[in-house]
């Protein structure tokens, strides 16, 4: 294990732009500016339709229910597929079904249901491309690049996300109501022309055994996750963290504007400070990792995480809040970048889809869970106690990441 301490101690080579990086970078973050555009644009629609939170509420559920119920099965299927024709495949569908629900705006037929069914069938589908994109970025780039490919992914998705796509939406309703959802179809056939230019070098893969079950393998990739101790500990790490997430980004808005008395400007405002946060961390997660190792610099992530979130609990003051969410969006990038270059590291490549999948599934199962226990904290203690709960949760990550150190 020496060998990978010095590994992430040394200087990384940069992933080159030509090839096949540039183009799946491309592809990641146009695919991620037409996700970005129908979010944004999905809870306006939403809200034109019913006036009850609930069944709004339950549109943002859809996006979550699949990773439970097919996540693992995902990961499967992306181990045994090529990647790059799975990633194509995706997008045209998904770009076909929201050209179909665009067309169903227009017209007038938009309905809770069919914005349900579309959220259920995006993240299915999401839940093998997710999963496929994971396990394809290290036949693109040398193994000592991961960490500045998936910084330089990350952040272009964020800045995609936060600072291009949100600002157009408005324009684009001007236009016509179904005009998000259009630009968010055409995204997706861009995202998969690129991807199907990709040649990637070919995995190597063990001959699956006679009568091998996606079962079976799915249960071998738990196994697998659950062995290592590094990827184990992150992995019950960033579920508890998510508990903790989920509370806070379901009630965030009403902590700002009722709590804080901010109003929509100062919602605003914090999203807006995250999002720059986030870009930051992209540009210094390899830096902190060239200094710490990547484990130890998840670890210092989820420390400063736990002080922001003790001041934004504590602290009834608008600017500390936007302070401390644009710290808490820069560690949080941190995070996300070394865990995920972590796992391609640690992972046979092999598996790497059933490890992915595993882990993804187990850390999605704690946002809807988050969101309850902010829901009922809120209501029950005050609006600010979401945030505390959060930071009491990111304590106990920190504390399982601990003996992760040696791993």
Not at 53 to 75: D, E, N, Q, R, S
Not at 308 to 316: F, K, M, P, Y
Not at 352 to 370: D, E, H, I, K, Q
Not at 372 to 380: H, K, M, Q, T, V
Request: proline share 4%; aromatic share 6%; hydrophobic share 55%.
């Amino acid at each position: 294990m020496a060998a990978v301490q010095a590994l992430e101690g040394a200087p990384p080579t940069r992933p080159a732009w030509r090839g096949g990086f540039g183009r799946l970078w491309t592809a990641a973050v146009v695919s991620r500016f037409g996700d970005a555009l129908r979010t944004a644009a999905l809870p306006l629609l939403a809200t034109t339709l019913t006036c009850d939170p609930f069944l709004i509420a339950l549109v943002t559920a859809c996006g979550y229910v699949p990773w439970l119920l097919f996540g693992l099965l995902g990961g499967a299927i992306a181990d045994r597929v090529d990647q790059r024709r799975a990633m194509g495949a995706v997008d045209l569908l998904r770009g076909a079904l929201v050209a179909a629900f665009a067309l169903a705006v227009a017209a007038g037929h938009a309905s809770m249901v069919l914005l349900m069914v579309l959220a259920f069938a995006l993240t299915t589908l999401g839940t093998l491309f997710d999963n496929a994109a994971t396990a394809l970025l290290p036949s693109l780039v040398p193994a000592d690049a991961l960490g500045s490919a998936n910084a330089r992914v990350m952040t272009g998705q964020q800045i995609a996300g936060s600072f291009l796509a949100a600002p157009l939406v408005p324009v684009l309703l001007a236009v016509s109501i179904a005009a998000p959802y259009g630009v968010d179809a055409a995204s997706y056939v861009l995202a998969a022309a690129l991807v199907a230019s990709l040649r990637p070098a070919a995995p190597e893969r063990a001959a699956r055994k006679p009568g091998s079950t996606l079962r079976a393998e799915t249960a071998e990739g738990l196994r697998t996750l659950w062995s290592d101790r590094a990827l184990r500990g992150l992995c019950v790490a960033t579920t508890v963290c998510n508990i903790g997430m989920g509370a806070l980004i379901a009630t965030l808005v009403l902590h700002i504007t009722g709590w804080l008395a901010a109003g929509q400007g100062g919602y605003a405002a914090t999203i807006t400070a995250y999002g720059a946060g986030s870009v930051a961390g992209g540009l210094l997660a390899q830096r902190l990792a060239r200094r710490l190792g990547r484990i130890r610099s998840v670890l210092l992530a989820g420390i400063v995480q736990t002080g922001c979130l003790a001041a934004i609990g504590t602290v009834r003051a608008l600017g500390v809040t936007v302070a401390a969410m644009g710290l808490f969006g820069l560690m949080g990038m941190v995070w996300n970048v070394n865990l995920t270059t972590l796992m391609q590291k640690r992972a046979p490549a092999a598996m790497l889809g059933r490890v992915s999948a595993a882990f993804r599934t187990l850390a999605v199962a704690g946002a809807p869970l988050g969101a309850l226990a902010g829901g009922a904290a809120a209501a029950s203690w005050g609006l600010n106690t979401p945030a505390l709960l959060a930071s009491g949760l990111f304590v106990a990550a920190v504390t399982a990441l601990i003996p992760a150190r040696a791993a």
